[in-house]
């Protein structure tokens, strides 16, 4: 089958094109991190926004460390198409919005340069949490970058799933660089995409009627929420849907506690089950109520939605998506790096429960639930992979709970808290995960 390059866009469906022409776009963004959310997210509200009008923008994408698929763009000319799953319908459409690609661990030196290049005004990442510290190899090379630019002016946006993204960004850049010229808006990013596998390529292929290895799948639901604090322009990106904001922190707060607090307990608890996507574990007896309550009871009272919205209406259409059987959105996938995401997803909520005098019960349920899955073992008896950067010190420490940068000294030493997370771990090891469910009032 002939593979996706510009050659072959003239052949596809014209409702498959894509939206901007490739190579008519400008640059102006540089991006770290071609993984599939950024392919889905980003990417796609950028040419939608420039197909509305909403300014000449195009994207040099940096993979920093694998090649896996910053080599099957370059074969088909920085060509990628984006599928969108809802139930037994799909769609898909290809994005042209790229415009270069690097790699940063083979050439170092020509991704810093380019960073460094004024043409690039915004710099933005979705990295994942762990590359969040000043040793990492992408901040290496981003601060490389950023101090060559002589003070040009960009802004740095983090796109990932940190509770203050942009203040934490603006920490680590700021304690080694000037910050004159600098600015680091806070984000909220939120779309539902699952990797991509042989099924998600032969869906594209069928669909486009070209091979594409570059394809990534995901939900109809896309979500984009944009503190309005640029320092070189921007593209209009509220033409494609963007929501720009004095302050994205209360849509953070509740996306991190409600979508993806409850995406991790629906992770952990559906795979000790064996269950092996999120729509399936949804489906088991007793999740969904269980994770309604977790929202109603532990998630709600701590959060201030933003005006027009209810955290118990939100949650509502969150389980609702999570039960799209299409996406098949693995609970191991999910489930990995557990030590870098519950801090944000779920901790926080534990502490303000506490701090308000309640026992969190169902948050209880999910450390239970995490402690239980890293051991390694599923309620029968298969082993479980250990994806985590913490692995060799989760398994070397007894009582998880005293996880240094985990848990918080409040959360180990606080005995009630203990005590039920230690009821929920004793009914899992007993029990198992579907029983405990069903006995659920």
């Not at 099957?72 to 769609?91: C, I, K, N, R």
């Not at 952990?268 to 969904?288: F, H």
């Not at 019960?361 to 402690?371: D, Q």
């Not at 899955?373 to 992979?385: C, E, I, K, W, Y």
Request: glycine letters at 10%.
């Amino acid at each position: 089958m002939e593979r996706l390059t510009r050659a072959a866009l003239a052949g596809l469906d014209p409702a498959a094109r894509p939206l901007v022409a490739p190579g008519d776009a400008g640059v102006g963004i540089l991006h770290l991190g071609l993984g599939a959310f950024f392919r889905a997210h980003q990417a796609v509200f950028t040419e939608a926004a420039m197909a509305a009008g909403g300014g000449d923008w195009g994207i040099v994408g940096v993979a920093p460390r694998s090649r896996a698929v910053l080599d099957p763009l370059l074969e088909q000319d920085l060509l990628f198409s984006v599928l969108t799953l809802d139930g037994t319908e799909a769609s898909a459409r290809v994005c042209g919005v790229l415009a270069g690609g690097l790699h940063a661990a083979g050439d170092p030196d020509a991704v810093a340069r380019r960073i460094a290049d004024p043409d690039i005004r915004i710099i933005t990442l979705t990295v994942t949490e762990k590359a969040y510290r000043p040793d990492s190899p992408v901040m290496r090379v981003l601060m490389r970058g950023l101090a060559a630019r002589g003070g040009a002016p960009v802004s740095v946006v983090s796109c990932d799933n940190l509770s203050g993204n942009g203040a934490k960004l603006r920490a680590l850049v700021t304690a080694e660089l000037p910050a004159e010229g600098l600015s680091f808006p806070g984000t909220m990013v939120d779309r539902i995409v699952p990797a991509s596998t042989e099924a998600t390529y032969a869906t594209a292929a069928n669909l486009l009627g070209v091979e594409d290895r570059a394809t990534v799948a995901g939900e109809p639901f896309t979500q984009w929420v944009i503190e309005d604090d640029f320092a070189a322009g921007r593209p209009a990106w509220e033409r494609a849907g963007a929501i720009l904001t004095d302050d994205a922190a209360p849509y953070e707060r509740m996306k991190l506690r409600v979508l993806n607090g409850v995406h991790s307990a629906i992770a952990y608890l559906g795979a000790l089950a064996g269950a092996p996507t999120i729509d399936r574990a949804l489906a088991l007896p007793g999740m969904r109520e269980t994770m309604e309550r977790f929202i109603a009871e532990d998630i709600a009272p701590t959060l201030e939605p933003p005006p027009g919205m209810t955290v118990e209406a939100y949650g509502q259409s969150v389980l609702h998506r999570f039960a799209n059987s299409a996406l098949g959105h693995r609970t191991l996938q999910v489930a990995m790096d557990g030590t870098q995401k519950l801090p944000q997803r779920l901790l926080g909520t534990v502490a303000d429960r506490r701090a308000a005098g309640a026992c969190p019960r169902y948050g209880a349920l999910v450390i239970a639930a995490w402690m239980r899955f890293v051991r390694g073992t599923a309620d029968d008896g298969s082993p479980l992979p250990l994806d985590d950067p913490l692995a060799d010190r989760i398994r070397a420490t007894p009582n998880l709970l005293e996880l240094d940068g985990v848990f918080p000294a409040g959360l180990a030493g606080d005995d009630e808290l203990r005590a039920e997370i230690a009821h929920w771990a004793r009914d899992l090891e007993r029990h198992g995960v579907a029983a405990t469910l069903k006995a659920l009032p």
